[in-house]
Structures are given as C-alpha cells and as structure tokens.
C-alpha cells in the first residue's frame, strides 16, 4: 500500500476526530460531575434506554419495517414501531422511506445522505461528511412516502404510531424525568435523569445513527461487493453502539439480511434480538445469512 499523502492523513485524523472525540469528552463529563450532577441511577436509565429506542431502530424500523428481514407478529411490530419512534430519529413512515431512498440511490445523485456529494477530492469528502452526518437534514429535500412506503401508509396500527410520534418524543422525555423523580425523590435527581437518560442518551444514539450514514460509506473495510456506486463499508469501532448496525458493507451487499455481522468476531445485537424474538414465536420468516449466500457477495 502506497505511503498516504498529507491531505488523506489529515481527511483520516478529522474521521477518527469525529468518532473519538464526542465520546471522549462524554467519559470526562461523567466522571467530572459524578455524585454532583450524575448518578449511578442516571446512567441505568440511560442505558436502558438507549438500548430500548436503540433496539427499536435496528430492529423495528430498519431490519423489519424498511428490509422485510423477517416479520413480526402485530403486537410486536407495533412495539417495535413506538420504541423507535421515542428515538426522536423522526416518525417511522418517513424513517423508512428516507432509509429506502437511501438504498435506491445509494452514493449517487438522489441519495438524500451521500456523503459522496461534493466529489471525492479532499475539501468535498470533508464537507460530504458533514452533509451526510447531519447537514442532509436541514435540506428541503423531502422523501414521498406514497413513493417509498406505501405498505405502511396502508397499515392502520404504523399510521397511527405515526400520528402519535410528537406525543411518543414528550413521553421519552418524561419519562426519565418522572423516573428519576421516583427514584430519587427530589426534583434535582428528575432534572439530572432528564438530562442523561432523556437528552444525552438521545444525542449520543443520534450520533451513531447518523455516523452509520456518514463514516460508513467512507471510512472501513468493504469484504462484499456492492452495486457500482456503492460505498458501504464495515466500521467495527460503533459496532456495539449501533446494535451491529456498522456492518454496513454486507448490509449492502444482501439488504434483507436479518444478520449484518456475519464473520468472526462481528458481534450484532440486533440479530441476536431477533433470533430471541424467533425463538419466542413472534418473529418468524426470518432471513438469516447462509455460507453460500454470504459467499457469492464476497470481493
């Protein structure tokens, strides 16, 4: 491998800046303001939490609703549907047909998120970056949803969840509060609650979702091929926190695919979530990776 240039070791070092940093300053927060403005009860919430609205992304809007992965029983997929939605990523309808855009136009022109936008030279990588992170949302670029997600505009309970996603994002937010208030029995230890369960909790999830869009087409390694245009890669470091999300590469490779992570080592909580939902009889037809379908999309 040729030795990298000053320009691509600088593109290299702001990418790992963008990863590294926010979680770095998270732990220094933590561990600054521990007992005074965080509690051990603050960060069980949090986490709780996360891992609730986390699981109802991955699982419910994106590997369910968006790629048919497997179907759910109805109690489960409405569930599943109002957890993702207090991740205030948005109301499903519209999630999943964003996302569904996304893989018909990937890295090209239409994608709403490509961070290929701007070219592949230094200063638009950099400032693709930023479009496909979070600058993509203040464009006035809507998805049609009669285009993209009809199926669910035909579903009364996915309507109505949709409806509902401005009361769902207060209801993530009170209940922290009211949590904390319960468990503390101050309204100092509800505000604090709010503040790590409801706010950073939803900040930090926002930030991995959205550097599955951004860092994931640019930066990692690409074992599976993909449609010319196509730059999904894998990033193992948001592995964990995106729910196996970051295996993004063979998700583009076989977007049906209940498991992303299919090598050794990659570990995936979502399909280990939708394996426990199997084996309970409420999820079924699932589509799990066979050896030979995983190898006919290998590089």
């Not at 009211?178 to 909790?201: C, D, P």
């Amino acid at each position: 491998m040729p030795p990298r240039t000053g320009g691509e070791r600088l593109y290299v070092a702001v990418t790992a800046a963008i990863v590294v940093v926010p979680f770095l300053a998270l732990g220094l927060a933590g561990w600054l303001l521990w007992g005074r403005l965080i509690h051990p009860a603050d960060v069980l919430l949090a986490l709780v939490l996360y891992t609730v609205t986390g699981l109802g992304v991955t699982v419910g809007f994106h590997r369910g609703l968006t790629h048919g992965s497997y179907q759910a029983i109805r109690p489960v997929r409405i569930a599943l549907a109002v957890a993702g939605s207090m991740s205030f990523q948005g109301d499903v309808t519209g999630w999943v047909a964003t996302h569904r855009r996304h893989h018909a136009f990937t890295d090209r022109p239409g994608d709403p998120h490509s961070p290929y936008r701007y070219g592949t030279h230094l200063r638009g990588q950099l400032r693709g970056l930023a479009h496909a992170h979070i600058g993509w949302l203040f464009r006035n670029d809507p998805t049609p949803a009669a285009r993209y997600a009809p199926d669910l505009l035909a579903d009364p309970g996915i309507r109505a969840v949709t409806r509902a996603f401005p009361a769902l994002c207060v209801l993530t937010l009170a209940l922290p509060f009211a949590l904390g208030w319960a468990i503390g029995g101050t309204w100092q230890r509800a505000v604090t609650a709010l503040v790590w369960a409801g706010l950073v909790r939803i900040a930090l999830l926002h930030h991995v979702t959205w550097s599955v869009n951004s860092l994931c087409h640019v930066i990692g390694r690409r074992p599976f091929r993909t449609r010319r245009h196509d730059r999904a890669t894998n990033l193992w470091p948001l592995a964990l926190l995106s729910f196996g999300e970051s295996w993004h590469n063979l998700h583009h490779a076989d977007p049906t695919s209940a498991r992303h992570g299919v090598d050794r080592g990659q570990i995936d909580p979502s399909a280990a979530a939708i394996r426990l939902l199997e084996r309970l009889g409420w999820a079924h037809d699932v589509h799990w990776p066979t050896p030979d379908r995983i190898g006919t999309r290998r590089a």
